[in-house]
């Protein structure tokens, strides 16, 4: 079997692989709800929430099988070169060629965004988006990632051609500073796509700051997002590097919650400051970043990657394609074990830092405030829970905050 062959099996192995995952997802709608968390739901919602989750995971299961079903074609029709045969010999252009396919090919998956967003959660509810929204998020989404992929192609194939052998260590550093600097900018894009304004004076922004400020932060802004003008789901966060945080609420979040559980949700946020979450977090993106190094280098040095898909030489942009949905798409399995594992283990000791600042009844309640409005799954499959999620269940994280903060 030639290159091509080990390729697409690969990449067919990782598409059953997430097939398995979303059929156990299906099946487990009918585990029984843990008893800590059976208020969560009157009969009502949780007969609601079945029937929303089992239309998502059947439309999920639909939409992940077209994607793959395209990108199968394109690899095994060769279709990648063939598109960049016609712009030109430049690697750059050629390059460009290659991801700009592929993001056309996405376009393809477009009537599926809209189902899920303008019909399903409109169904049920959670959807706030016009169709005037929709698509000036489809549009800036299709050119933002194509121009960040070009990008990091164009970077690619300049590190190849001025350091060879050199690649991993110079992707890996690059990739790194990358993901540094969108987690840098995330406030910037956000800006793009939503509204801010401060949060008015008050008892909630006195909370807030006051409990930042026992902790040794300083509060730059409390801002409000308009996340109402496309979701009823709440979320809050940090922005911002070191001591100085910019703290960003969902309008959602501010309208549902009582004070006490919005500085609960900080509490916990905050927990993951003083952990030093943030910082393992970018230690484990380096770590990644340089098995993806690793991949490139090996990608580019093996002639039978390009060539075998009808490509005559290298080219940046095919090597990234093949990197992140078949190599990269193999081993990412056992990284989400690790990285998840490590996750939920931090979710604890951040509701434990909530417990100890008093606001641990408050969180409880937050919490099944958010699981309520996100439509949490209450009782998710434990295989899945190992495999993918970061977050403990609701029912685990109740069972540690009232034991005092420590999980069972
Ligand atoms: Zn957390």
Partial sequence: ???????LAAFILSYLYRLTLAVIHLRSADNPVP???KDVYDEETYRKWRAYHAEKARFGILESTASFLIELALLALN???????????????????????SSLAELLLTPFAWHETMVIE?????????AKTFWADQAKGFVISLGLMTGIGAVLWWLWQTMGDWLIVAFAVFMTLFALAVSFLYPVFSRIFNKFTPLEDGELKEKLTALLQKNGYQVRAVQVMDASRRTTKSNAYFSGFGKMKTIVLYDT???????????AVFAHEMGHGLNKDTLKNQILTFVQMAVLGVLAWLTLRTPACFTSFGFEGVN??????????????????LFGLLINARSRRAEYRADAQAVREGYGKALVSALKKLARQNYADLAPSPLLVKLEYSH????????????GGNSL
């Fill in 1 to 7: 079997m030639n290159f091509k062959g080990f390729a």
């Fill in 35 to 37: 008893e800590n968390v």
């Fill in 79 to 101: 279709a990648y070169a063939a598109f960049a045969s016609l712009f030109g010999k430049h690697p750059v252009t050629q390059t460009f060629a290659v991801l700009l396919l």
């Fill in 122 to 130: 409109e169904k049920y509810g959670f959807n706030k988006s016009t």
């Fill in 253 to 263: 979040l501010v309208e549902a919650m009582t004070p006490g559980e919005i500085c």
């Fill in 316 to 333: 940046a942009g095919f090597a990234l394609i093949l990197i992140m949905s078949v190599e990269f798409a193999l081993i990412s399995p």
């Fill in 392 to 403: 403990p269940t609701l029912s685990q994280r109740i069972a540690a905050i009232e034991n």
